[in-house]
């Protein structure tokens, strides 16, 4: 059964730093690219980062301050954020498609098939 799941979130005041873990079961990560998405209320699910073994991308409004990475032998992605800011603020998911590389429309979630329950991020002073 493939599974996601999500962790890492938290409160954190403007300025300081979380890191987000996306363990995968079920399935062996190598194979798959992985997508970071964020959902604050009111608002769309936003792509936020994709990862694969051969390529990342970034949404301009995280570029510089978050960083995705992989631990393949972990079957784990991590997004490690930082200079975060109240905007940041939101539930973030991570979700998988069976891909060697993110795709030129990895920012879609039609694009990815499997889906994790989210963690929440406050950042707030």
């Known amino acids: 059964q493939v599974q996601l799941v999500e962790s890492g979130g938290g409160l954190v005041q403007p300025g300081g730093s979380l890191r987000l873990s996306c363990r995968a079961s079920g399935f062996t990560l190598d194979v798959y690219a992985i997508g970071w998405f964020r959902q604050a209320p009111g608002k769309k699910r936003e792509g936020v980062s994709c990862n694969s073994d051969g390529s990342t991308y970034y949404a301009d409004s995280v570029k510089d301050r978050f960083t995705a990475s992989r631990d393949n032998a972990k079957n784990t992605v991590y997004l490690q954020m930082s200079s975060l800011k109240p905007e940041d603020t939101a539930v973030y998911y991570c979700?998988?498609?069976?891909?060697?590389?993110?795709?030129?429309?990895?920012?879609?979630?039609?694009?990815?098939?499997?889906w994790g329950q989210g963690t929440q991020v406050t950042v707030s002073s």
């Open positions: 979700a998988a498609v069976s891909s060697y590389y993110c795709s030129y429309g990895w920012y879609a979630p039609s694009e990815y098939n499997y």
